[in-house]
C-alpha cells in the first residue's frame, strides 16, 4: 500500500505562483510514474503534467509554459512549480501513481485564484 499526501495548496491573486508537493510514504518512483491532475466541480479530473517513461514529461496545453513538475527521489516527493496562476486554474490538485496493476490517488489540495 502506498499513500500519497498534497500539500501546497492556496488561496493566491492571479499572476502569483504556488508549488505543490505530493510526498509519498515509500520509495516508489522507479516503479510508478507519477503525475498531476485537477478536478473542478461538474467537470472530469484532468491530467495537468506527468512523468512518462523514460523520464519525459507532459503537460496540458492549458499550462504549458507556466507550470513545471519535478522530483526528489530522495524525499519520495514530486513537485508542481505554478507560476503565472490564472483564476481557471481554480481546482483540487490531485498526486496520482500509476503502473500497470496499481494505482494510487492522494486526497488533493485546494488552489484558489482570485482575479
Known amino acids: 500500500q502506498v499513500q500519497l499526501v498534497e500539500s501546497g495548496g492556496g488561496l493566491v491573486q492571479a499572476g502569483e505562483s504556488l508549488r505543490l508537493s505530493c510526498t509519498a510514504s515509500r520509495s516508489i518512483f522507479s516503479s510508478f510514474l507519477m503525475g498531476w491532475y485537477r478536478q473542478t466541480p461538474g467537470k472530469q479530473r484532468e491530467l495537468v503534467a506527468g512523468f512518462r517513461s523514460g523520464g519525459n514529461t507532459n503537460y496540458a496545453d492549458s499550462v504549458k509554459g507556466r507550470f513545471t513538475i519535478s522530483r526528489d527521489n530522495a524525499k519520495n516527493t514530486v513537485y508542481l512549480q505554478m507560476n503565472s496562476l490564472k483564476p481557471e486554474d481554480t481546482a483540487v490538485y490531485y498526486c496520482?501513481?500509476?503502473?500497470?496493476?496499481?494505482?494510487?490517488w492522494g486526497k488533493g489540495t485546494l488552489v484558489t485564484v482570485s482575479s
Open positions: 496520482r501513481a500509476l503502473n500497470e496493476v496499481m494505482e494510487y
